[in-house]
Nanobody
């Protein structure tokens, strides 16, 4: 059984920061790529940031320069440091872990609310 669990969400004022964490555990077998997605009310889920097994990163244009994705391979953990948060960043943030067989696993999401 594979578990993908996010944490670190919460309520923050515009301009503030949050750090999300996600850990994949169980019989996932060799995590390759990990990423963060978000879904705001009434909108489709979108890629926020992704990081490959080789530490190559990809960011949505809307978060470039503000968010940083990183990983700790030994723990199958990925982080998302979010700075200069905007109300438009409000969404449920989901973690995805993909193994070397290209099987993906999703977390349940963590709410990020940016509001004054």
């Amino acid at each position: 059984q594979v578990r993908v669990v996010e944490s670190g969400g919460g309520l923050v004022q515009p301009g503030g920061s949050l750090r999300l964490s996600c850990t994949a555990s169980g019989n996932i077998f060799a995590v390759a790529d990990m990423g963060w997605y978000r879904q705001a009310p009434g909108k489709e889920r979108e890629l926020v940031a992704a990081i490959t097994a080789a530490d190559n990163t990809n960011y949505a244009d809307s978060v470039k320069g503000r968010f940083t994705i990183s990983r700790e391979n030994a723990k199958n953990t990925v982080y998302l440091q979010m700075n200069s948060l905007k109300p438009e960043d409000t969404a449920v943030y989901y973690c995805k872990a993909t193994n070397i067989n290209k099987i993906s696993y999703w977390g349940q999401g963590t709410q990020v609310t940016v509001s004054s």
